[in-house]
């Protein structure tokens, strides 16, 4: 079992930029992939980006990709994902998932993830 903990959402304006924290327990943390997903009020979860066990492959949602840098730490059992160039279309409630997939295709399913954090909101103005 896997619990997890986001953190580093806030209020930013346009331009700036946010790293998000997914802090880890429970089963070996080098032992399954990391997402992050997204959720504006009103739409539905999207997929913002995967890094695959122990580590190395990524990947990216097109709205995101040359602005956001997902990462992990094995050895602090966290994950972070870097947001530079925030957009206001960028604000959500970001969750950080577990999974036990490792390719692109099923690292965009939601239903993929077996764990989820309760989330943190990140809000971007104009």
């Known amino acids: 079992q896997v619990q997890l903990v986001e953190s580093g959402g806030g209020l930013v304006q346009a331009g700036d930029s946010l790293r998000l924290s997914c802090a880890a327990s429970g089963r070996t943390f080098s032992s399954y992939s990391l997402g992050w997903f997204r959720q504006a009020p009103g739409k539905e979860r999207e997929f913002v980006a995967a890094?695959?066990?122990?580590?190395?492959?990524?990947y990216y949602a097109d709205s995101v990709k040359g602005r956001f840098t997902i990462s992990r730490d094995n050895v602090k059992n966290t994950g972070y994902l870097q947001m530079n160039s925030l957009k206001p279309e960028d604000t959500a409630v970001y969750y950080c998932?577990?999974?036990?997939?490792?390719?692109?295709?099923?690292?965009?399913?939601?239903?993929?993830?077996?764990?989820w954090g309760q989330g943190t909101q990140v809000t971007v103005s104009s």
């Open positions: 998932g577990a999974a036990s997939g490792r390719t692109r295709y099923l690292l965009e399913i939601e239903g993929e993830y077996y764990s």
């Open positions: 890094i695959g066990y122990p580590g190395g492959y990524t």
